[in-house]
């Protein structure tokens, strides 16, 4: 079981930039391919982006470019650096495993892009 905890949300107007962060509790974060989701009003969950332990990363075709995954596993925490934001980027951002652990979804952190 990994305890997850995002933070670094907010409002932004569009083209702004933000940094997510995700702290997580338990040895196996280290060798775990950890991933950021998110979830847009009325929308279902969907990836954005994952790495792997060793620092593989894959994206989202959408977010090509715009958004970089990144963590260090010596302060067990993940980071998503999103740039050149949009509306359609608003959404509940939330870390977890890939594939995700369904018990370990955290609460998220709200970001809101204005146009």
């Known amino acids: 079981q990994v305890q997850l905890v995002e933070s670094g949300g907010g409002l932004v107007q569009a083209g702004g930039s933000l940094r997510l962060s995700c702290a997580a509790s338990g040895s196996i974060f280290s060798i775990n391919t950890m991933a950021w989701y998110r979830q847009a009003p009325g929308k279902q969950r969907d990836f954005v982006a994952r790495?792997?332990?060793?620092?593989?990363?894959y994206y989202a075709d959408s977010l090509k470019g715009r958004f970089t995954i990144s963590r260090n596993n010596a302060k067990n925490t993940l980071y998503l650096e999103m740039n050149s934001l949009k509306p359609e980027d608003t959404a509940v951002y939330y870390c977890?495993?890939?594939?995700?652990?369904?018990?370990?979804w955290g609460q998220g952190t709200q970001v809101t892009v204005s146009s």
């Open positions: 977890n495993t890939y594939p995700a652990l369904r018990d370990s």
């Open positions: 790495i792997s332990s060793g620092g593989r990363t």
